[in-house]
């Protein structure tokens, strides 16, 4: 998505990526290898004006060798959940209870500490227990919803926000989004403080994702994507300017663009398999993005997003990839 | 842009062009050779669902070689203004008055039937004189304004029409494009009317532009052009589904997308040179679509789009354009 929307500002891409059929050699360059390949990161810079990442289990050694744009710094502090909590807190954002579970008390949510995504790597404790030095404890926080806000900084400073996004997930991956979240004129506020500080603690450039919990009209920060962000993919057709368009502007010095929603978005993962492509494209208003990936169950496929929809079109998307979800 | 267009929906494509530099080979794989080269061909359309052009001098014999869709006989009778004319009079279809210098007296334009375009191959006529067997003259018509009209038909008929949009030429090349064309209530249905019986006429399936000129509230059909359109690029983002999108759904047997516009669009061709990238970037709202070619007086290079935007924005998108146009 990323090499889709800089094609037309005439940005030319090279991928690294592990995978010999990685979806990024259909719209670039691909080097295969692994990430931290010192050849394959040689390759991969060569004559360029601007390397970024939109993984975050980049290794941090190889992210520095490259001079990443926004720094390895921001990956570095983000693969480790105890650091990144640890940097909310130092910024005085509020997070739900982290540390020991003798800080936390049960039940609480342990979670590694590095390499956990969608889920992964989580489970619910609800008697004491030994957890290992690589885990964090959280306590659990009665949230109303979970919601997301997509930054982006520009090279010299000047910060734009998307409006917040209203996130549903399901087994721990995200299912849908909605945009402009309801109800949140006080909130965008308060969820863009958060990404400010640390956007601006970080020296980040590009595109950021902070996760946050609405309680009861309190934010509390859940974690950050130094990225772009599966809850920021219905700007691609909900916002004046893309994420991904917003990122490549940001690292290559450009101005950014508005961040503005055009309407009511909606964005419903595909996740583990496809439904029929006739189908989707048969819902008016359907914006369908493949990723040209291997079907796996609890891999995110593709998404379809609509913007300004009428609510039956919505519940058909909805359920066509709930359908393909659990077949 | 039909490679982007068709990347999202797992559409990958292979493009022959003689140009070796043709910026079709970023985004896809590239036959470098000549339009009709047989072994070209062969390798263009291997492995291939269907075989499309958006270009409409394609030689005829190359196209029903590799059976393109739409058919081979929509770029036969497109290539010679004669022949089209008659094929718009058939179809009851009224025009501006055609034929010999005789036919339509002077002043007239002289036209070469074959091979024109941007204004190319056309010359004004004040004084009766000499026409050859590959020329066609024309009444000249005392038209208010140039409109167009992009429509799409599937392959089992159903057809999509956009919105009337109102062009603006600068010597004979599209300069603005503004849709949907204001006042187009009753001329949108006149138009639809004409682009329906043509592409009826043709067992056309993809997206076909017609060009009409308002006279006094009376459309004139000038030309047609059988395939994505310029003045229909502003679909893109001013459209739900852009007419590149709907040409692939069109020729893929797939079902159309929806075609109102989401809101006013302006689209501004950027011809000759392209204004600086951070100018254009830098102005709110404004959507760049750069081609990746050399520039070249008369050239056209890329276009920006805006939507619904400030005039003010707008007007400052133009005369960067038309800066580096005459630049």
Known sequence: MLALAGAPLGVRMRFLDPASDACAGDVGELVVGAYDDPECLERLAAGTDVVTFEFENVPVEAARLVSVVPKARALELGQDRLVEKELFRRLGIETAPFGTLGDVGVPALVKSRRLGYDGKGQRLIDSSCEIGDDELAEGIVPFDRELSIVAVRGCDGPTAFYPLTENEHRGGILATSRAPATGSDVLQGEAEEIARRLLDELGYVGALAVELFDVGGRLLANEFAPRVHNTGHWTIEGAVT??????????????????????SAVLVNLV??????EDLLAVRGAHVHLYGKEPRPGRKLGHVTLVDADPVDIAAVTELAAAAWSA
């Open 272 to 277: 583990g398999a496809v439904p029929p492509l």
């Open 242 to 263: 893309s994420q991904f368009e917003n990122h490549l502007r940001a690292i290559l010095g450009a101005p950014l663009g508005a961040t503005e929603a055009v309407g």
